[in-house]
């Protein structure tokens, strides 16, 4: 029922831009907190970016003052806005969500993924 679908994802050389979107479609009541984790073969998935409702922010260390993340409350949409690319972000990124569809029921979702690539 509720559907997470990400799009951005593609192949950009070090130092270029990308931007991230995750719309969430669905029985949805609130987002308490939407963001981006990625995965690199051979590694762990790990956090890249997080936003709340209310617009508090965290970040990994590595992406600081790079990646900017935002979110349009009235369309359940995420956005991640990548810049000065390196190559040590080529991975796999997902889309996350705490998703409500009413007060007393909720579950964190994932989207399918898409691949960024950062070439040197």
């Known amino acids: 029922q509720v559907r997470l679908v990400e799009s951005g994802g593609g192949l950009v050389q070090a130092g270029g831009s990308l931007a991230l979107s995750c719309a969430a479609s669905g029985s949805i009541w609130r987002i308490a907190t939407m963001g981006w984790y990625r995965q690199a073969p051979g590694k762990q998935r790990a956090l890249v970016a997080t936003i709340t409702s209310g617009g508090s922010t965290n970040y990994a260390d590595s992406v600081k003052g790079r990646f900017t993340i935002s979110r349009d409350n009235a369309k359940n949409t995420v956005l991640l806005q990548m810049n000065s690319l390196k190559p040590e972000d080529t991975a796999v990124y997902y889309c996350?969500?705490?998703?409500?569809?009413?007060?007393?029921?909720?579950?964190?979702?994932w989207g399918q993924g898409t691949q960024v690539t950062v070439s040197s």
């Open positions: 996350n969500a705490y998703i409500q569809d009413s007060y007393f029921r909720g579950a964190d979702r």
